[in-house]
């Protein structure tokens, strides 16, 4: 066997290696909804990176609230929603989204305000 195939050999176990897991990492993510199935040392991040893009993904859907107007963050279940709304029942409108979603504990609405 030459040189080049002994380099060659390592060099794709390493790629196919990464490829899987590369395959499997995202499975285990989409698998955990903080329901206790799949549950993994860290469990915040993932149910919070889970509930800021299920309520910024309801308000870009809903046509009463500009959803492209309010940044979304989440910690350990708080969401807090950043930004300025046309109206005072768009404010509303939008806290009552946030309340709706999943694993939501509190929403925080002090940096949300009416033009």
Same mark, same amino acid.
């Given at each position: 066997m030459?040189?080049?195939? /002994?380099?060659?050999?390592?060099t /794709?176990?390493? #790629?196919?290696? !990464? $490829?899987?897991l !590369?395959v499997?990492a995202? #499975?285990t #993510?989409?698998? %955990?909804h903080?329901?206790?199935?799949?549950?993994?040392?860290?469990? +915040?991040?993932?149910?919070d @990176?889970w509930?800021t893009t299920?309520?910024?993904?309801?308000l /870009?859907?809903?046509? %009463?609230?500009a959803g492209?107007?309010?940044?979304?963050?989440?910690v350990?279940?708080?969401? @807090? /929603? &950043? $930004?300025?709304l046309?109206s +005072?029942? &768009?404010?509303?409108?939008?806290?009552?989204l946030?309340?709706?979603?999943?694993?939501?504990?509190?929403? %925080?609405?002090? &940096?949300?305000t009416?033009?």
């Open positions: 030459s040189n080049n195939a /002994l380099i060659r050999m390592p /794709l176990a390493a #790629l196919v290696a !990464a $490829g899987a !590369a499997a995202p #499975l #993510l989409a698998n %955990d903080g329901d206790g199935v799949g549950d993994r040392d860290s469990s +915040q991040p993932v149910t @990176t509930i299920k309520v910024k993904s309801t /870009l859907a809903d046509s %009463d609230v492209t107007d309010i940044n979304v963050t989440t350990d279940g708080v969401v @807090t /929603l &950043a $930004g300025v046309g +005072q029942a &768009a404010v509303e409108r939008a806290i009552d946030a309340r709706g979603i999943e694993g939501v504990v509190a929403v %925080d609405t002090r &940096a949300l009416v033009r």
